[in-house]
């Protein structure tokens, strides 16, 4: 599962062949969130406010971005 950002001490993470619906992973500490990328959405897990606030930010910006290493990650053989 290879990091994509960081951001401060959180770590952003996509699974190689990971379940649907497309979803990254935020690691902060003993916290960990998953984030559906089209919505932004909570999917499970949960992390402190102010570092959900910068996660949600953050992948604002780079939505697309994550959408396209999603598909990358997801379709790799």
Request: proline fraction near 5%; hydrophobic fraction near 40%.
């Amino acid at each position: 599962m290879p990091t994509v950002h960081t951001i401060g001490s959180i770590k952003i993470k996509l699974y190689y062949k990971d379940h649907l619906p497309p979803h990254f992973h935020a690691q902060y500490n003993e916290f960990e969130i998953l984030i559906e990328i089209r919505s932004l959405e909570k999917y499970a897990g949960d992390l402190p406010k102010k570092q959900l606030k910068a996660v949600l930010e953050w992948a604002a910006e780079n939505q697309e971005a994550l959408m396209e290493r999603w598909d990358k990650y997801f379709n790799e053989n």
